[in-house]
């Protein structure tokens, strides 16, 4: 891994900025869309847009090629089994927790990097930096924390969900380093509309939506953008700075998420927030001088 520059920072800045905003989008598509429907479309949508950019580019796409099992694993791991796990853990718990939970990722991912990714060992700087990422985390969120019998099972199975977006990571890296950005988003995306599309089918009745102007509109900017112009972002920065700076991403996503909140919704910027920011960032250039 290369030690990450400016342009990288801005990059996971964009990033976040960008998973930051689905939160509300997705607030406004579920207004008319069910939760694996939502995921479904949404994932058609990206899927389209990416085949798209890889005819103008003319770009290859290997989704059916001998590797085809390497692609359906890291779209089953990177998309249906967390949106699922997460949709299941999110019916039961308070958001402001998932959130929390959800920042866990890059903790998973350093654990996993060390054992299986040679030049991403933990060292104790790079832990200090993720440590003060996800505190935080933890001071953003921490007078909304409840943890109790009847939550537990559920905390666990969103913290799993999140630990499968590393365990894709680690697939992606070792397997498809070099098989093209453009060409693994896409690739993997058909793979996650073949297993989306079942459940979605199974679990809801898809064409008895009774969608909005809004929600779609919503649900077009999280296909287009939030999923399939995103998860290409990521694949740059993963293949590029690894698996531990890339899921720092999780520590701004929920900071971009108040911050759009307050812009389109409304919401409060509270001193936690900037304080949070503040951490936060001192986390991931903790991170970025020390991740080579």
Sequence with gaps: MKQAKASDIFLLLLLGAIWGSSFFNIK???YSYEPYTLALIRVILATLSMLVVSFIYKIKIYAFSKNWKTYALVGVCNITIPFSLIAIGTNKIDSYLAAMLMSTTPISGSILAHFFIKDEKITFLKSLGIILGFTGILLLFFDKLIIN?????????????STFYS???????????KSGNINVTTST?????ITLLPLAFILEEPFKSTPTLVSTLSLIYLGVVATGF???LRFKILSKNGIVFQSQVTYLIPIFGVIFGALFLGEQITWKVLISLI?????????????K
């Excluded at 537990?152 to 969103?158: A, N």
């Excluded at 995306?189 to 509309?193: A, D, E, G």
């Excluded at 951490?279 to 991740?291: A, D, F, R, T, W």
């Design 167 to 177: 365990i894709s990571s680690i697939i992606i890296l070792k397997k498809l380093k």
């Design 230 to 232: 995103a998860w290409w």
């Design 28 to 30: 406004i598509a579920t």
């Design 189 to 193: 995306l058909i793979w996650s509309v």
């Design 279 to 291: 951490i936060i960032m001192s986390g991931i250039y903790i991170v970025k001088k020390y991740n």
């Design 149 to 161: 019998e009847s939550n537990y099972l559920f905390v666990l199975i969103i913290i799993l969900g």
